[in-house]
């Protein structure tokens, strides 16, 4: 039960910020005031605030009664009253003093016919109104109202000084006696030794009673006892075999635990918990997540599970770029379809003891295409505009050290207009950390590859000014085709490491395309190229940028053939529709048991196909149409392959042909036949193996002396 609730129901930490601000607004003057002046008392505490010069103040306590005709309570006095209410201060600064009444009598409601005074009569104890009077001499400057309500508290028969439940001991004394007894003073069926059965339900199901440990019998006389076997199913060698022991000795004791002395946990409690405070961050580590400056979290919606999450918490040095499809029949009211700025600009903990804004700016999307899936919503005239609508966020984090330094975030908004039916809403969240002007790039092992991370590729980047190369990663990607499918749409994903994949997107081409071959190659080669910008490719899943040793170049092939190309007016031969990508690795050792893989090269190369249209099935508009487009796919591909190193030296004549005694390729392994009796074995401890073996020696030697050759040499000798 909480002491004490006063009419604005402040909690602690409230009523301290509360105590700070107006102690700070009242720091300068010379007014006495109580803070809260009217108090309802639930409990036997009374706290409240004296807030002025309370240098030469002295406190008066009375009871007070309002008038039989106003309602009203008399002015404040200075004559001190006597009440059951004890009065203390405490100074809280110069001038501000906390005042606090605690009730000098029990609560413990009275028992039948007990003299004991000290009890309350009633349930409600305490209804009386107080007043404390802050006076200089026997004037009043401020008066505080306490109107107290107090009911009686009801305690347990018990004192509560012994707060431990003895449990009897089980060796002769089984905790559970009665398993089946489930219900509270409630007879359970079939459960004969529930002590809240009557004589009267036990004849219901005396006879059909729950059997073993769960039924009550938990001493049953075991069946090796010798008074349990009967004469009838005894068979002859029991009598030999069966124990006398006395019942006490029984198995079922052993299920239960040695009887002790326990102290009870707390049991759950409706007061209001003490919430400690959060525990500061210092600096950030990667992969924490970020804070703001209300310790709470910075989120930003994110994939988790292949699902979109609105606020999902941004890790620290964890770049991500993501993309969330809705599903829109009408406008966006809330987050984070529909965004303010000022709800943007969140201050963040930098992780270093300072305070970081975050910076907003606003882009104005034009061409919707990329993010609404169905083109022919766009700049429809039908349906609901939705203006202002926030179709991207992108954040840059700068970070230095253990800290962020600063925080930008580009919120791309743009006019949607609906129209009848559902439209399909692609917006995008992305988050990139730079140290700098350099983003920081994440690894993709250490030192070895990891399957399912990204291959790192490299374009050669010299420093004129120290002479020095370096090599500025970038990405080997494939197609990655979204909503229609089309090649001018299409985005790109980085190929992972271990995982073959194939992927492409549509390009579509007219009469009029095919009458240019050239320039179709042309257009497919540089879409192509677009794919894989990287001249260099990392051996390893952590390189370094100015160490070529850790690079390799990557293997193009030539697109020019010598055949001579077969071109037509309808119809272009040669066209590189297909770019394959071949990763060729190997293990090149293993670090604490786990196979480190290096790309020992990577070969890029294309095939070619012919393009003709294709008239046929009743169509006939692409071959008439001139300006009329048809669909051709334009494809990637990856494939990694492992080099099986073999480092034992090589194997002579005698070993590959004779095999007899190769344990690797035979059942019958003859150099281990004593295995078991070396240091090496295992499998059971080596006295016990060793005894096992010179056993079989023995019966060898045995089965020598009394077999057929040992006897054939005794007759030769007793011959002679």
Same mark, same amino acid.
């Given at each position: 039960m909480a002491n004490v609730v006063d009419v604005f129901f402040l909690s602690p930490s409230s009523f301290r910020l509360l105590c700070v601000l107006l102690f700070i607004s009242l720091s300068d003057t010379q007014t006495l005031v109580f803070r809260p002046p009217y108090v309802t008392a639930t409990g036997p505490t009374v706290s409240a605030l004296l807030l002025g010069n309370a240098s030469e103040i002295s406190l008066n306590l009375r009871t007070v009664l309002p008038s039989n005709t106003t309602g009203r309570f008399g002015p404040p006095s200075c004559l001190p009253g006597v009440t059951q209410w004890k009065l203390t201060t405490e100074p809280m600064g110069k001038t501000a003093i906390q005042v606090q009444l605690r009730l000098n009598r029990s609560l413990r409601?009275?028992?039948?016919?007990?003299?004991?005074?000290?009890?309350?009569?009633?349930?409600?104890?305490?209804?009386?109104?107080?007043?404390?009077?802050?006076?200089?001499?026997?004037?009043? *400057?401020?008066?505080?109202?306490? !109107?107290?309500?107090?009911?009686?508290?009801?305690? @347990?028969?018990?004192?509560?000084?012994?707060?431990?439940?003895? %449990?009897?001991?089980?060796?002769?004394?089984? *905790?559970?006696?009665?398993?089946?007894?489930?219900?509270?003073? &409630?007879?359970?069926?079939?459960?004969?030794?529930?002590?809240?059965?009557? $004589?009267?339900?036990?004849?219901?199901?005396?006879?059909?009673?729950?059997?073993g440990p769960f039924g009550g019998?938990?001493?049953? /006389?075991?069946?090796? !006892?010798?008074?349990?076997? =009967?004469?009838?199913?005894? @068979?002859? #060698?029991f009598p030999f075999l069966c124990v $006398?022991?006395? /019942?006490?000795?029984?198995?079922?004791?052993?299920?239960?635990? !040695?009887?002790?002395?326990?102290?009870?946990?707390?049991?759950?409690?409706?007061?209001? /918990?003490?919430? =400690?405070?959060?525990? /500061?961050?210092?600096?950030?580590?990667?992969?924490?997540? %970020?804070?703001?400056?209300?310790?709470?979290?910075?989120?930003?919606?994110?994939?988790?599970?292949?699902?979109?999450?609105?606020? &999902?918490?941004?890790?620290?040095?964890?770049?991500?770029?993501?993309?969330?499809?809705?599903?829109?029949?009408?406008?966006?009211?809330g987050s984070p379809l529909q965004t303010v700025p000022t709800d943007l600009m969140i201050t963040i903990n930098g992780g270093e003891g300072d305070d970081v804004p975050v910076d907003v700016s606003d882009e104005v999307a034009t061409d919707l295409r990329q993010f609404i899936s169905s083109t022919g919503v766009l700049g429809s005239s039908v349906g609901q505009v939705c203006e202002n609508m926030t179709l991207a966020l992108d954040y840059k984090f700068y970070w230095r050290g253990n800290g962020i330094t600063q925080t930008t975030l580009t919120r791309t908004v743009g006019t949607v207009t609906l129209n009848d039916s559902a439209v399909a809403v692609t917006t995008r969240y992305s988050a990139v950390f730079l140290n700098g002007e350099f983003m920081g790039e994440p690894n993709s092992g250490n030192p070895g590859y990891q399957v399912g991370k990204p291959v790192i590729g490299g374009i050669m980047d010299s420093f004129?000014?120290?002479?020095?190369?370096?090599?500025?990663?970038?990405?080997?990607?494939? #197609?990655?085709?979204?909503?229609?499918?089309?090649?001018? $749409? &299409?985005?790109?994903?980085? %190929? *992972?490491?271990?995982e073959n994949s194939t992927s492409g997107c549509l390009l579509p081409v007219s009469q009029q395309n095919l009458t240019q071959c050239d320039l179709l190659r042309e257009a497919v080669t540089s879409l192509q190229r677009a794919l894989?910008?990287?001249?260099?490719?990392?051996?390893?899943?952590? @390189?370094? &940028?100015?160490?070529? $040793?850790? #690079?390799?170049?990557?293997?193009?092939?030539?697109?020019? =053939?010598?055949?001579?190309?077969?071109?037509?007016?309808?119809?272009? =031969?040669?066209?590189?529709?297909?770019?394959?990508?071949?990763?060729?690795?190997?293990?090149?050792?293993?670090?604490?048991?786990?196979?480190?893989?290096? %790309?020992?090269?990577? !070969?890029i190369n294309h095939s070619m196909s012919s393009w003709r249209l294709e008239c046929g099935g009743g169509d006939i508009s692409v071959c008439v149409d001139p300006t009329e487009t048809q669909l051709f796919p334009i494809t990637s591909s990856v494939t990694f392959t492992d080099i099986l190193l073999n480092t034992g030296p090589p194997k002579t004549r005698f070993q590959i042909n004779f095999t007899e005694y190769d344990c690797n390729r035979n059942d019958i392994c003859w150099p281990e036949l004593a295995f078991p009796m070396t240091k090496f074995y295992t499998g059971e401890p080596y006295s016990q193996s060793l005894a096992k073996g010179l056993i079989l020696v023995f019966f060898f030697i045995a089965a020598s002396v009394l077999g057929t050759p040992w006897r054939q040499i005794r007759q030769v000798w007793n011959s002679l």
């Open positions: 409601l009275c028992g039948d016919n007990e003299t004991d005074t000290d009890c309350c009569i009633k349930p409600l104890c305490v209804l009386e109104t107080l007043q404390v009077s802050a006076c200089v001499g026997s004037t009043s *400057l401020a008066s505080l109202l306490i !109107q107290a309500e107090i009911y009686a508290q009801l305690f @347990p028969a018990n004192d509560g000084f012994d707060n431990k439940t003895i %449990i009897p001991n089980q060796v002769y004394q089984p *905790l559970g006696s009665c398993p089946c007894d489930l219900t509270f003073r &409630a007879c359970d069926v079939r459960c004969c030794c529930d002590k809240d059965c009557s $004589t009267e339900d036990l004849k219901l199901f005396q006879a059909h009673c729950l059997p019998q938990v001493t049953p /006389p075991p069946d090796y !006892q010798c008074s349990v076997q =009967s004469s009838e199913n005894s @068979p002859d #060698w $006398t022991s006395p /019942p006490e000795n029984n198995p079922y004791l052993g299920l239960f635990y !040695q009887g002790d002395t326990i102290t009870p946990k707390p049991g759950p409690s409706f007061g209001s /918990p003490v919430l =400690s405070a959060p525990v /500061p961050t210092n600096a950030y580590m990667e992969g924490s997540p %970020i804070l703001t400056i209300n310790d709470e979290y910075f989120t930003v919606p994110q994939k988790i599970n292949g699902r979109c999450v609105n606020n &999902a918490p941004v890790a620290f040095l964890k770049n991500f770029d993501v993309e969330c499809i809705t599903l829109l029949r009408s406008c966006p009211t004129v000014e120290n002479n020095t190369d370096s090599i500025q990663r970038t990405s080997i990607n494939l #197609w990655r085709p979204v909503n229609n499918g089309l090649c001018s $749409t &299409a985005e790109k994903k980085p %190929i *992972l490491f271990g894989v910008e990287a001249t260099y490719v990392s051996k390893n899943g952590r @390189p370094d &940028a100015l160490t070529m $040793t850790d #690079w390799v170049n990557i293997s193009f092939g030539s697109l020019n =053939s010598s055949m001579p190309k077969e071109d037509t007016n309808s119809s272009c =031969s040669d066209i590189p529709s297909h770019l394959h990508i071949h990763v060729l690795s190997l293990v090149t050792g293993v670090v604490d048991g786990v196979p480190q893989k290096y %790309i020992r090269s990577v !070969q």
